[in-house]
Structure formats: C-alpha cells, structure tokens
C-alpha cells in the first residue's frame, strides 16, 4: 500500500509505523535522496502535520527527529470516533456500566469467535501470529510482527477505535483477551506499549512456552 502512496503521503506513513525519524533515516526508508526527504519534510511541516525537536544524545551535535503531530496521526481513520464516544457516554448515563459492559462483552465474544474462525486450521505459532497481524490490518490496525526473543511481537501502528478506548478501557481488556484466547495455550501474550497510554504504537509481546 505504501509503495503505491504519493511521496508526502509515504512519508506520513514511514514516521507513523516506524516512529521519529532524522531527515536522513527517513530518506533511507523511502529509498530518497535526503534533499527529497527533507523537501518533503518541509511541505508537511508547513500542512501541520509533522513537527521536529532537537534531541541530545551523548556528546556532538543534537539529532533533529522528524515526528507525526497529533494532525499527522489524525490522517489515519479513527472509526466513526465522535459518535461512538456520544453513544457510549449515553449508554453508560442511561442504562448504567454494568450494561455497557454487558454490550463489550458480547462484542468481545463475537469478535473471538469470528477469529477463531479465520485462524482455524493453522497451527503454527508463528502463521497464528502472522494471521492474526493480517485480520488486525484489515480493521485498521495497521499491525504487523516480527520476531523477538523466545517469541514475536505484535504491532499496532495505529488504533482505529482509540477515542472509544479512550473512555471506555474494556475494549483494550477485550482486545488483550482476545489475543489470549486465539493465539492458544502453548504462548504467553503481554501487552508492552499501549496507545491510550502515551505510547506511539500498541506492541503485544508473544511468548512461545515450553
């Protein structure tokens, strides 16, 4: 999807999935010369959609990092946000917390049992993470997986229902859960970076038991 991006937009796109980037980073990631990257840079600085900070790191000269302002990440679709908000809001005030969270339940429980049903057949821990990551992109969440240590890690690079989460953080339990169950016993699922908590991405540490 990206390689098919206009330049400006696959440099939105670079410093949303892989976080704050010097000039020269980025033009590495975009295969660019870094005047190009910096051009770039400059336009959607000048759009308020990026922002840069000078940051110290032992002794020389400070990097300039390149990152997303809260513009920039509003690019990426927050599904429906202003109205799911309102219609939480209004559950919770109407009809009380025990039933919204009865209605979190039943999504949770339908959208586990829709996982299991695309995840069906594939064992390997590796494929079900890979599966996983794959359903989650589709939904939005722009998520992928690499390995790590005794296991992989997931990878939300964005949350499309994060305003929602943000006032109702049974859909992050939820979520967490769902992973549990889908990705089997033989794996320990943690939940290392969270969105809602100041983090750039939601990353899910998979543990593959002995």
């Known amino acids: 999807m990206k390689n098919s991006l206009p330049d400006h937009e ?36 000048k759009e308020g959609l990026v922002k840069s900070e000078s940051v110290a790191e032992g002794r020389g000269r400070p990097k300039q990092l390149w990152s997303l302002t809260q513009k920039g990440h509003n690019r990426f679709p927050n599904a429906h946000a202003d109205l799911t908000v309102d219609l939480i809001d209004m559950m919770r005030q109407t009809l009380g917390q025990e039933a919204l969270d009865q209605v979190i339940a039943a999504n949770e429980s339908r959208t586990l049992e829709r996982y299991q049903e695309e995840l ?11 599966k996983l990551a794959e359903i989650r992109s589709n939904e939005g969440y722009m998520a992928e997986y690499e390995e790590s240590g005794d296991g992989f890690l997931l990878v939300e690079n964005h949350c499309p229902i994060c305003d929602a989460a943000e006032v109702c953080q049974g859909f992050c ?3 967490l859960s769902i992973f549990r169950e889908v990705l ?3 794996v320990e699922v943690n939940r290392e970076e969270h969105i809602i908590k100041g983090a750039r991405r939601c990353a ?3 543990s593959v038991l002995d």
């Open 173 to 175: 339990r939820a979520e």
């Open 10 to 45: 696959r440099a939105v796109w670079y410093l949303k999935t892989e976080g704050a980037k010097t000039v020269k980073a980025l033009a590495n990631s975009m295969d660019i010369t870094v005047e190009g990257a910096r051009f770039h840079l400059m336009k959607l600085e």
């Open 120 to 130: 069906e057949g594939v064992e390997e821990v590796e494929k079900r993470v890979k």
């Open 184 to 186: 089997g016993e033989d």
């Open 204 to 206: 899910y540490k998979i």
